[in-house]
T-cell receptor
Framework: NAGVTQTPKFQVLKTGQSMTLQCAQD?????MSWYRQDPGMGLRLIHY???????DQGEVPNGYNVSRSTTEDFPLRLLSAAPSQTSVYFC????????????FGPGTRLTVT | QQQVKQSPQSLIVQKGGISIINCAYE??????FPWYQQFPGKGPALLIA?????SEKKEGRFTISFNKSAKQFSLHIMDSQPGDSATYFC????????????FGKGTRLSVIA
């Protein structure tokens, strides 16, 4: 199993550009989530999904969209990038009901200039 | 409102010493308390976790102590080693594996020889 994979590893955007951060898992996990990590702020939840077709907002959802058309994939879309979205983004997955452990991907480092 | 408060923000420990990181929570509905370990450039990984029906859980050199009445839990790293140098996050979750983890802001541990 590859586990949780994220692409790209690094990305530089200009203000106003849009892009999609990709996340995929091959463990047949129902639960997937996106976090951003900023210095001194810990891991803050952006959006999460409890299964295909179901998504919900986390703590910091503004400026981000998600969809979950398959169990495997959970892309994160930045609609119009802003410097405040400069961060490291982590995708995570969990088997779901009855199992709590979250498996994190390696992260995407995004810089918005 | 920060649901899980973690301290200290950074910690320097001599090799062979004990590292102690503390977390406090407010939501009495939380029933799962994991600790995640993150090395530079990597995603967080589950280190050890506890549920409120026990007061202590030990795995090798890592121990979680849990005080339900005080709504506090802590991570103890015995015989700390330079390889333990990493960022540690406490977290909490409500019942069901489909509810989001709430993370503390993290503690950067440096173990020096």
């Amino acid at each position: 199993n590859a586990g949780v994979t994220q692409t790209p590893k690094f990305q530089v955007l200009k203000t106003g550009q849009s892009m999609t951060l990709q996340c995929a898992q091959d463990m047949n996990h129902e639960y997937m989530s996106w976090y951003r990590q900023d210095p001194g702020m810990g891991l803050r939840l952006i959006h999460y999904s409890v299964g295909a077709g179901i998504t919900d907002q986390g703590e910091v959802p503004n400026g981000y969209n998600v969809s979950r058309s398959t169990t495997e994939d959970f892309p994160l879309r930045l609609l119009s990038a802003a410097p405040s979205q400069t961060s490291v983004y982590f995708c995570a997955s969990s088997p779901g009901d009855g199992s709590y452990e979250q498996y994190f991907g390696p992260g995407t480092r995004l810089t918005v200039t | 409102q920060q649901q899980v408060k973690q301290s200290p923000q950074s910690l320097i420990v001599q090799k062979g010493g004990i590292s102690i990181i503390n977390c406090a929570y407010e939501n009495t509905a939380f029933d799962y308390f994991p600790w995640y370990q993150q090395f530079p450039g990597k995603g967080p990984a589950l280190l050890i976790a506890i549920r409120p029906d026990v007061s202590e859980k030990k795995e090798g050199r890592f121990t979680i102590s849990f005080n339900k009445s005080a709504k506090q839990f802590s991570l103890h790293i015995m015989d700390s080693q330079p390889g333990d140098s990493a960022t540690y996050f406490c977290a909490a979750s409500q019942p069901s594996g489909n509810t989001p983890l709430v993370f503390g802001k993290g503690t950067r541990l440096s173990v020096i020889a």
